[in-house]
């Protein structure tokens, strides 16, 4: 298995600007989440799904944060408009039920100029 | 209040020691997770746990609910083990993670 894919690994963007990253889970995974890192804050969830339900986005900052996951293979987190306190490493990771062993992609590096 | 604490918050220690990082959370939780993020920020899944003590390769992971407290230990470390070790709970549908132990092994 290839793992959680997660695209662009870098982006780099303008304030105001929209972004999308991605993610592809392990397939067979019924859970996915995503989260952020940074330097002041370390890492945060922001939201999680089950068998493609949004169950907790109390973790996504404010409303220009947005999560879906239309299919089980596929679940997009976009930033609009983007700020540069968006600025900060954003992992997505899969497992088989919620408090399973999670499997991380390698990241997509935001930087908001 | 940080609900996860971890101490130390940095370690350095010599090839061939024995290794403890801990965790101390304050609220009920349904699972505990023992991570680590190598330099080139990749983040691995080490340990899940409930109860009692999982053990793989060298790495030792023990957690006691009552007490609120989870350790993990590394036998004979290894330069490669360099990493941040990081404990993350669930709880409430939610999770929340500790600052990090930053480990250094020196040759």
């Known amino acids: 298995d290839a793992g959680v894919i997660q695209s662009p690994r870098h982006e780099v963007t303008e304030m105001g600007q929209e972004v999308t990253l991605r993610c592809k889970p392990i397939?067979?995974?019924?859970?996915l989440f995503w989260y952020r890192q940074t330097m002041m804050r370390g890492l945060e969830l922001l939201i999680y799904?089950?068998?493609?339900?949004?169950?907790?986005d109390s973790g996504m900052p404010e409303d220009r944060f947005s999560a879906k996951m239309p299919n089980a293979s596929f679940s997009t987190l976009k930033i609009q408009p983007s700020e540069p306190r968006d600025s900060a490493v954003y992992f997505c990771?899969?497992?088989?039920?919620?408090?399973?062993?999670?499997?991380f992609g390698e990241g997509s590096r935001l930087t908001v100029l | 209040k940080n609900e996860v604490e971890q101490s130390p918050q940095n370690l350095t220690a010599q090839e061939g020691e024995f290794i403890t990082i801990n965790c101390s959370y304050s609220?009920?939780?349904?699972?505990l997770h023992w991570l680590q993020q190598h330099p080139g920020g990749g983040i691995v899944s080490l340990f899940m746990?409930?109860?009692g003590k999982k053990k793989h390769g060298r790495l030792i992971a023990t957690i006691n609910i009552q007490e609120k407290h989870s350790s993990l230990h590394i036998t004979a470390s290894h330069p490669r083990d360099s990493a941040v070790y990081i404990c993350?709970?669930?709880?409430?549908?939610?999770?929340?993670f500790g600052a990090g132990t930053r480990l250094t092994v020196k040759p």
């Open positions: 397939s067979g995974h019924n859970s």
């Open positions: 609220v009920g939780i349904s699972a």
């Open positions: 990771a899969s497992s088989f039920a919620g408090a399973g062993e999670l499997f």
């Open positions: 993350a709970v669930w709880f409430n549908n939610d999770m929340r």
């Open positions: 746990l409930s109860s």
């Open positions: 799904f089950n068998n493609n339900v949004p169950i907790d």
